[in-house]
């Protein structure tokens, strides 16, 4: 059982926006950086977004990151196919990292 | 290229030990903090451990805390994790990963493939 929250899955057409919620408390997101990782089918995980809204050299500007309060959020504009994966916020919690409980994106 | 390479994964019974090696190259190695998370096949990520740059610093979850020891060799550019008393729950893939500075708490920006761990009789 996570202390972050996240929807089992999300789901979208080629080309739409979707959005995924990780959701928190004052004692993690409220004052810790978040961080997202996505993870293909059968592959390792990769860092997508860190320091709440940053992406890393060859992450496509498709995806954003944004936090507010308690509460982070993944935006995934102009939908691929190859975005259809796993997505895992998570932040530093006294020293203690926690991973959400993941997010599986999937591409109608 | 940075590169994570892990080994030692394999079959071990209920209370016995295990220690993982993830060789790292590619990159200074005792300039960046590095992790072990796991993930329960079919399952979410969990976070292990991590220790600092110098290898002074580690953190540990409740789950394995006083049972795995992390520790690095900078002059081997290697990470190991040294897994006693050893749990059917602790069955997992064991990933290695790197942060981009010497503080544990920060960024996972390169992660190894993974190595299997089986605890069962």
């Known amino acids: 059982q996570s202390v972050l929250t996240q929807p089992p899955s999300a789901s979208g057409t080629p080309g739409q926006r979707v959005t995924i919620s990780c959701s928190g408390s004052s004692s993690n997101i409220g004052s810790n950086y978040v961080y997202w990782y996505q993870q293909l089918p059968g592959t390792a995980p990769k860092l997508l977004i860190y320091r709440n809204n940053q992406r890393p050299s060859g992450v496509p500007d498709r995806f954003s990151g944004s936090k507010s309060g308690t509460s982070a959020s993944l935006a995934i504009s102009g939908l691929r196919s190859e975005d259809e994966a796993d997505y895992y916020c998570a932040v530093w919690d006294d020293s203690l990292k926690v991973f959400g409980p993941g997010t599986k994106v999937t591409v109608l | 290229e940075v590169q994570l390479l892990e080994s030692g994964g394999g079959l071990v019974q209920p209370g016995g030990s295990l220690r993982l090696s993830c060789a790292a190259s590619g990159f200074t190695f005792s300039n960046n903090a590095m992790s072990w998370v796991r993930q329960t096949p079919g399952k979410g990520l969990e976070w292990v451990s991590s220790i600092s740059g110098g290898g002074g610093t580690t953190f540990y979850a409740d789950s394995v805390k006083g049972r795995f020891t992390i520790s690095r060799d900078n002059s081997k550019n290697t990470l190991y994790l040294q897994m006693n008393s050893l749990r059917a729950e602790d069955t997992a893939v064991y990933y290695c990963?790197?942060?981009?500075?010497?503080?544990?708490?920060?960024?996972?920006?390169?992660w190894g493939q993974g190595t299997m761990v089986t605890v069962s009789s």
């Open positions: 990963a790197k942060s981009p500075s010497f503080t544990p708490l920060d960024a996972f920006d390169i």
